[in-house]
């Protein structure tokens, strides 16, 4: 059947636009997560009472943020998380049309905790398709993660908006996602981002902030 195309003299004075190079975030809040926070958050503070110097990659070590080495995913009291991630990474793939001979495993997975002050700098994560953050305790005013417009380009000049009206979302130069216990965000490793100091006036490990981080790329999906 052949494509009707629409009449471009009905377009004659229109102001048309179209949206390209869009930058997808997605976001889940995951069923049951109370009880999986609680598994999870014992089984970190016991990871890290066994390594308490952790590694250095963005976190801020002289505010005492701590990260767990890279093989969470390889540890089976975490299979309940990881098997959520992976079904949720699955949806987005299909949603972006990925070719189906192909399915998303863990380049690697973490473990942050983040006392009063603690916060991760502004950093990418190389080698990786898709990355994520997961968030186990999020005490009020815990630090919000931020992403920035990765088009340098656009930076070079910006524009005036109305004082008074709000801005398109398209037109934001940063985007922010409050820390909500049980949500996963999904977004391209390549796209900037950062986390706010933990501001939290708890005291203790209910003020801390625990999240898990990871990586995703494509492997050739296993016959069955």
């Not at 949500?183 to 902030?209: C, K, Q, Y």
């Amino acid at each position: 059947m052949p494509i009707e195309l629409p009449d471009a003299s009905s377009q004659v004075g229109k102001l048309m636009r179209e949206m390209y190079f869009p930058t997808s975030i997605y976001f889940r809040d995951l069923p049951d997560s109370v009880e999986l926070n609680e598994a999870i958050g014992t089984h970190i503070y016991a990871w890290r009472s066994q390594d308490e110097e952790g590694i250095v990659r963005s976190n801020v070590t002289q505010v005492g943020s701590w990260h767990s080495n890279l093989d969470m995913h390889q540890r089976e009291e975490y299979d309940a998380l990881t098997g959520q991630v992976i079904a949720t990474a699955q949806e987005i793939f299909d949603d972006l049309g990925y070719d189906p001979a192909y399915e998303p495993a863990f380049s690697n997975m973490w473990a942050n905790i983040n006392p009063k002050y603690g916060y991760n700098r502004n950093h990418i994560h190389p080698n990786a398709l898709w990355s994520g953050v997961y968030y186990v305790q999020t005490p009020p005013d815990s630090g919000r993660i931020f992403f920035s417009d990765p088009r340098a380009q656009a930076q070079v000049l910006t524009p005036c908006y109305a004082p008074e009206t709000s801005r398109r979302s398209e037109a934001w130069n940063e985007v922010y996602f409050e820390p909500i216990e049980g949500r996963v965000i999904l977004f391209p490793a390549w796209l900037v981002h950062e986390v706010e100091p933990n501001m939290s006036d708890r005291e203790g490990p209910t003020g801390d902030r625990i999240s898990v981080s990871f990586n995703l790329y494509q492997q050739q999906r296993q016959a069955t």
